[in-house]
Every structure is written in C-alpha cells, then in structure tokens.
C-alpha cells in the first residue's frame, strides 16, 4: 500500500488529515486517513499507489498549514533484525533509485525523543552503507529526492522518499533555534522562526533590513521586539504592559500604551510629538510613508485580529505582517478556513500564507503582504 506520512504537532492529527484530504481531492486523489492520536504522524492511505507521486509534485508542502513535513512511502513498516538492521534497510532499498539526503525519523513524542538518540548512532554506518551502494549521492540536494527513514522503535521503520524541492529543510519539519538569553521572553522564537519560515534567504536583504520600521502590537514584555531591534528596525511597541528595560535603552524602541486595536500608526505618532515636544502650535508630520512591518502576537479572538489586519493593509499602514492567530475552539481547521477566505476576498491585492509553526502552540501564524513586484518593494 502506498501512503503519504505527515508530521504534524502532536494534537493536531485531525486538522492535519482534515487538510490533506480536501487538497488531495483537488488533485483528484483520493484515500483513507489513519490517525494516531498524539503522535503527531498522520498517514494518509492512497486508493491509487500512483498518485503518491502526482501529490508530492503538484501540492506545495507550504500549502498544508498543519504539516510540518511529509513523505511518500516506498515500503510498509519492516521488521528490522535486532543485528544487520543497516543491511536490511540497504536491501530493502535495492539500487534503483538514488537520494541525495537522508532523515532519520521518529514520531515527536517523549518515546521517539529517547529513539532518536538511537537513529543518529544508525545514521552513520547506513550512510556509510548507502553511499558505498550509490544509492545515496548527497548531490543536487534542492533537486533531488530525499530518503526518510521513519523509525518507530529500534526494530521497526517505514521508507519512504520527498521532493528536494517541496519539504522541509528540517528533519521531521522542526528547525531548531536557540534561544537568545537577552530576549525578555520565549515567545521571541515564534518570530525567529517565522522569519526564517516566510521570508526566503535571498530575499532577506531586502525585506528584513536594518533601518526598517515596525510595529509591534501585543508586545510586553518584549520577545517579538527584540527579533525586530536585532535586525536593526526602529520599533514601536504597543501594550499596556511593560517593555523590558533593555529593549528600551537600546534607543530603537518606542512604548505606547494605548490599546492594539485602536492604534492608527500615523494619528498617534502626531499627537504623541505634541505632548513630547509640547509644541502644540507647529508640527512636523512624521514621515508618511507606511511602516515596513506589522507584527502582532495580542491574545484575542482571531476573527478580530483578521479584521484588524485587514483594515492596517486597506489603509496601507503597513507593506508585510506577520501576526499569530490564536485557535483555542474546536474546529481549528474550519476556522482558519473562514479566515482565510475572508482574507482572500477583503485584500485582493494581497499575498498570504499561513503555517503552524515549530514554536507555535494553540496558534498558526500568518504572513500578508502586497502582491508587488520586487524592485519596488522598498
Ligand atoms: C502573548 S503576549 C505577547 C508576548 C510578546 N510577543 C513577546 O514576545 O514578549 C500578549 C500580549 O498582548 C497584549 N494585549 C492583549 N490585548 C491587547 C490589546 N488590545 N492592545 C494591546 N496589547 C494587548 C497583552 O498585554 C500581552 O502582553
């Protein structure tokens, strides 16, 4: 039987198989889900072993806002020897086919946590064997195909192969970032991530620059302002709470306590260079031009935060955002749909993409931006 393996985080096994259900249904494929509960591994049984291929060509792995990274499967699950488990897998594989990367994998529980320990020891000698077969050549790596070996215990393991071009450069989908000891908070990774997630490497000279202004609505105690102050953006950070004083001394921030929802980004700023410069009778309109960058990470229903987004983008407040929306209910992957479709029709003109992230927990993020073309960008 040919399947497709998704990871997802584990909990979300429903809205990560309601999804690739309906969008492989686009593609005319079709099949049964089986879920285990938890495991954050979702398989996807096709009635047609050839379409396995039809979906990891023509469905973009950045389209399943619940899958973190996915596989075709070459094999069902083996029983491996308890000695020889690197020649089994290797004979299992023949020489048909060549990789150009392999990932040893494990479901994302405390279990497979303790078996990866295991799978990186594998992973040597299995290399090893690999190459010596040519099976895998570590060329082309963006273009060829990537082996994944999905271990469930030290004596069972599923194969299977993703595009270079559409998966994770991660294993199981999972960047692992560290956390900066200056930032204020933990949620700051959120943002990293989204970062590195959204905004493709040569494009990051442009669109994340130094100099850049944003606004940080939700920002207390600090994490998404530190992301921003470290790219070298001018920030102001909206929150009645307070900032931490090490964001504030490094002269990039400005602290408004005033409600997310209510803040106008140009308003304010004027009447706030009234009452700090108490010169009532003349002043100088700050620059107009749109603040480069929207980040919001406030704790509210995310049909608001959608409308609120959608108002910053019809008034051209803002050329990106980057916000988090909160998905407490039961039917996450229903709303998120409405969400987005409210999206799609309200902002015509703009490019969105949505993703749960490594670091989110009850929350997707998502990006907005105009549909414009590079060179006029900045
Ligand atoms: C999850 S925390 C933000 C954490 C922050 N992103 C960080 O990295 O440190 C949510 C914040 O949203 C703020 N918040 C909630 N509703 C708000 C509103 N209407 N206006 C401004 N801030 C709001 C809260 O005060 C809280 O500090």
Redesign the pocket.
Known sequence: MTSIVLYCRPGFEKECGAEIQEKAAWLEAFGYLQIAKNEGIVFYHLNNPEDGEKIMAKLPLKRLIFTRQWFVTLTDKIALPDYNRVEAIVEELGSEWQYADLRMETPDTNDGKALSKFCRKLAVPLRQALRKKKVLTEKNQHEGAVLHALFFSGTEVILGYSLGNNTSPHVMGIPRLKFPSAS??R??LKLDEAFLYFIPKEEREYRLCSGMKAVD????????TYQLVRRGMMVTS????PMAESLMETGQVKHRMV???KYEPIKHEIYWLVRETKKREKVNIPDQTPVDWLVC????KPQRVVDLIIHWFTQGYCREAIVNLKLPMAKKYDTVKGLLDKLKDALPNCYYEAKHLYYDRDEITLLVKYKVHRDNQR
């Open positions: 204020p908070s949620s700051t609505l939700g920002a207390a105690p600090g994490g998404w909206i929150d009645n709470g409600d997310g929802f990470d406030m704790i509210e």
